[in-house]
């Protein structure tokens, strides 16, 4: 179709040749990451092939009635023999557009033997990232060894998220043969002939070298057809990051103790049949059965955060075994019985994780219930959350017995001063940049690697820690009171009137209402005290631009890891984070993030004298999850010597249980 285009557009009605297109064979119909020598059947001991759940097939489980996988449903089971990544033809340029697959849908998608074949044949990358990375970094590499000039393709814009990056990340830190981005565009709607932006996509392109590039934002967030051009689009020139973006290095940061064991995301269920009503929560004994309250609590999601909380309870069993449910709250177990296990045993059979069987085999449990979370919110009645994706970044304090979702992040700390720095603009500016954004909607993400254990907190006075805390209690407590006095009142519905009174757009009919319903004028001049008081806390200006914010951030995160190296660590909940870091409390008061805690001889753990237990020593030091290099790693240690850590750590590098981050960087 193209090419008739073009020839009639520059012959005008003269016919074209036949044929239209001759066969250069040059295109090929064959997959583009993966080649093997042979598929075989999988078969058991008796040689009779193997068989799984086809992963879509349903029926109504007799009892309930709801959709539960149906096990006649088979499909065989298949593996590759000896796969390898495909080979690709000669080319000047490589331009495409890959298919759209999340990391962690593959398996389902692809089926396990597709899936396991990818991941022999592909060691380098990580087995989170999405389908189109295995594209993009295929093409990184030729263009990087001279095989080809440059690359151009089209993927989702969740390439700066964590798993993609790390992919654009490895070609752009190879100190050898970096590749740089000449262009990019990271976030573009994807619209169709009505004008709806069904996707959102990023587009790159690379070149051989270290080498600026041209970067361009979309001024416009949605897209009209027959609309383009300059004026849609801002340009900047620099060195482009592997998060797309120019100024601050934001992939430059790394985590921080003083954050650790404090943040996680919400509960995940792996099964509907957990959540109920307060009359099935009744029917269940809640109210009748003494204990069961401590095992059907609240339970909240984004929407309920965002809109208005549908008053949903989720059954929590975590610590019990089946024997004890049956036997204490035998409605209960009849109902996950019916409910859970069904749907359980089916995704196991389809899936080879180690996961599905997990969850199968504890199907009474949630598939992530969150363990390390759970003793962070001892003993605190409240704790603060946010919304993992959402259109306006906000944070908000929940009872302690509340259970959050898989997509709230949660933060077991009550300490209304938190609440504040989180709150303000400068914690927000960082959120979104270095978050990045997911979604048809295109919202900001909340990752808790990146947006979270990174930050850097200020180091305050108690006066000036008690002035934010102060209005942060003033936030929470307006928003709060505004939506408990109007039914129908969202978080969303004020965040979108407070945004046009900044910028001061006028307000439709419903906005107004709004407006007078939340007292947004009031919430506005709260947040704007909360963005001058934090600010104020790390002594710096109230009016500085997001690009200066996030540089003074770099700065300070760089900072403060060398003092956490030194052994100085500003913990932000030091009464739990101590004991759990193996250290002697310090005597004596200390403010919570005013003074620093030196990890002296006396706290560190000697370093061993022979090679196992070395080796065994950094293997739990990165179990901890933070990245870490040879000085940091031999700051926790007695007499470590920088050479024999570093040695240590390229061995289980090579073993298979480190991961090299570039930098003389590894993490788990």
């Keep these: 179709i193209g090419y008739l285009q073009w020839h009639f557009k520059t012959r005008g009605n003269a016919q074209p040749s036949e044929p239209v297109l001759k066969n250069y064979k040059n295109i090929e119909n064959r997959d583009a990451i993966l080649a093997w020598d042979r598929e075989e059947l999988v078969c058991d001991a008796a040689g009779k092939p193997m068989t799984r759940w086809d992963g879509h097939t349903m029926k109504a489980h007799p009892v309930t009635g709801r959709a539960v996988p149906d096990e006649q449903a088979r499909e065989e089971m298949v593996r590759y023999v000896r796969p390898c990544p495909a080979a690709w033809p000669a080319a000047d340029f490589i331009v495409g557009n890959p298919p759209f697959q999340g990391g962690k849908d593959l398996r389902d998608v692809l089926g396990d033997g597709y899936a396991k074949a990818l991941w022999k044949a592909h060691p380098e990358m990580p087995g989170s990232a999405d389908l189109v990375m295995y594209w993009w970094g295929m093409a990184a590499d030729r263009v990087r060894r001279g095989k080809a000039g440059r690359f151009g393709l089209i993927t989702t814009n969740s390439l700066p998220q964590t798993f993609n990056r790390r992919v654009v990340e490895r070609h752009l830190g190879d100190a050898r043969a970096p590749l740089s981005l000449a262009f990019a565009i990271p976030d573009h709607p994807w619209v169709d002939e009505a004008g709806s932006a069904n996707v959102r996509i990023a587009m790159t392109v690379g070149i051989a070298g270290a080498q600026e590039g041209k970067l361009q934002r979309v001024v416009d967030p949605m897209l009209k057809p027959g609309q383009g051009g300059d004026r849609l689009l801002q340009p900047e020139t620099g060195k482009i990051a592997a998060n797309l973006r120019l100024g601050a290095d934001l992939t430059s940061v790394g985590p921080l103790m003083a954050n650790e064991w404090l943040c996680s995301p919400g509960v995940k269920l792996h099964g509907a049949g957990f959540i109920v009503t307060p009359e099935q929560a009744a029917f269940l004994g809640l109210g009748t059965r003494p204990g069961l309250e401590d095992h059907i609590l609240d339970y909240r999601n984004g929407r309920d955060l965002t809109a208005r909380p549908r008053g949903v309870k989720v059954i929590d069993l975590f610590g019990l075994e089946p024997r004890d449910i049956q036997a204490r709250f035998p409605e209960v177990y009849q109902w996950i019985l019916e409910r859970v296990k069904p749907e359980r045993d089916g995704r196991a059979e389809r899936s080879s994780t180690a996961d599905a069987k997990e969850y199968a085999r504890k199907w009474w449990l949630f598939g992530k219930p969150r363990s390390e979370l759970r003793p962070a919110l001892e003993g605190l009645e409240r704790y603060i959350a946010t919304v993992e994706t959402a259109k306006h970044r906000l944070f908000m304090f929940l009872d302690a017995r509340t259970r959050p979702d898989n997509m709230l992040v949660a933060l077991a700390s009550e300490d209304a001063a938190v ?67 109007n039914p129908g009142l969202t978080m969303t519905g004020m965040y979108n009137v407070l945004e046009k009174l900044k910028t001061g757009e006028a307000l439709t009919a419903k906005e107004r209402a709004d407006h007078e319903r939340g007292l947004v004028s009031v919430l506005l001049d709260i947040h704007r005290e909360l963005d001058a008081a934090v600010a104020g806390a790390y002594g710096w200006p109230a009016d500085l631009s997001d690009e200066e914010v996030l540089a003074r951030l770099v700065a300070l995160n760089h900072e403060r890891r060398a003092e956490e190296a030194a052994g100085t660590v500003r913990w932000l909940r030091p009464d739990y984070q101590i004991p759990k870091a193996g250290l002697a409390k310090p005597k004596g008061s200390q403010a919570e993030m005013d003074v620093g805690v030196a990890a002296g001889a006396a706290g560190k753990t000697p370093w061993p004298a022979n090679l196992p237990d070395q080796v065994q020593a950094v293997r739990r030091l990165l179990a901890a999850g933070r990245p870490v290099d040879a000085d940091l790693a031999g700051s926790a240690f007695k007499r470590a010597k920088r050479a024999r850590v570093e040695e240590v750590l390229q061995t289980l590098a090579a073993m298979g249980q480190a991961r090299p981050l570039g930098g003389g960087r590894y993490a788990r």
Excluded: M
């Design 419 to 485: 609440l504040g720095v989180l709150s303000s603009r400068i914690h927000v500016v960082w959120a979104i940049a270095a978050g990045g954004r997911l979604g048809f909607g295109n919202d900001p993400r909340y990752n808790k690697t990146r947006c979270f254990d990174p930050f850097p907190f200020p180091a305050w006075s108690d006066e000036v820690k008690a002035r934010v805390g102060d209005l942060a209690e003033r936030l929470d407590a307006h928003r709060k009171r505004q939506q408990g006095q």
